[in-house]
């Protein structure tokens, strides 16, 4: 299966603490960008990625949340000292292509919980 | 200050049938639209698109038509099957249009697409 991967797939935190994220793009992509999905409401962007640059983090909250795309190795969205708000599924897609008229390959998401 | 609309929560369709979704926008920025297709627990998976210069786009049992003066598309689906049934969202993007939007997607809230059999 040469799709996104995100783990894990469900990640229950307590609030006050850390949540880490992970999604390895398709093989070859090099573009990714991560969205948000609450409740009854549909993807929101976050931020767009390329190897090593964070190139648009304008729908990123600007407090707790950081992403990363390190020349090796899988993209990181992090989340300190988590608050029940951030309950959401959190989905990454990645892109052979940054802006262009190409679709973004999506990941099954990772369904975070706050308790 | 929602950019796409999907003003249809739900929609109930025979077996066999047309199914209709509908999508609008309000960014005249946008030139790229794409649907998408959502089972529960998964991710998005990519439908069909179509760019600005176009008015209609097919692919098999989907067809992508596009307004650009009324900013509004909408998704046909012939005939409509069971396995059809899903979340369907429309997406919105400034493709090439470039500025800051970096070919970020713009989602609609989405439509539950239920086909009967």
């Known amino acids: 299966n040469a799709g996104v991967m995100q783990n894990p797939r469900h990640l229950v935190r307590r609030r006050g603490q850390e949540a880490r994220l992970r999604c390895s793009p398709v093989?070859?992509?090099?573009?990714v960008y991560w969205y948000r999905q609450l409740p009854e409401e549909g993807l929101k962007f976050m931020v767009y990625l390329q190897k090593e640059n964070i190139i648009d983090e304008s729908g990123m909250p600007k407090e707790r949340f950081s992403a990363e795309f390190p020349k090796e190795g899988p993209s990181i969205l992090r989340i300190q000292q988590v608050v029940r708000g951030d309950s959401a599924a959190y989905f990454c897609?990645?892109?052979?292509?940054?802006?262009?008229?190409?679709?973004?390959?999506f990941g099954p998401g990772t369904r975070l919980t706050v308790l | 200050d929602q950019q796409v609309k999907q003003n249809s929560p739900s929609l109930s369709v025979q077996e066999g049938r047309i199914s209709i979704l509908n999508c609008d926008y309000t960014?005249?920025?946008?030139?790229?639209f794409l649907w998408y297709k959502k089972y529960p627990a998964e991710g998005p998976t990519f439908l069909i698109s179509?760019?600005?210069?176009?008015d209609k786009n097919e692919d098999g049992r989907f067809t992508v038509f596009l307004n650009k003066s009324a900013k509004h598309l909408s998704l046909h689906i012939v005939p409509s099957q069971p396995g059809d049934s899903a979340v369907y969202f429309c997406a919105a993007s400034e493709g090439l249009a470039g500025g800051t939007s970096y070919g970020k997607l713009t989602f609609g809230q989405g439509t539950i697409l239920t086909v009967h059999p």
């Open positions: 179509i760019s600005s210069i176009k």
């Open positions: 897609a990645s892109s052979p292509f940054g802006p262009s008229y190409n679709e973004q390959f």
């Open positions: 960014n005249s920025m946008f030139d790229y």
């Open positions: 093989k070859g992509h090099s573009h």
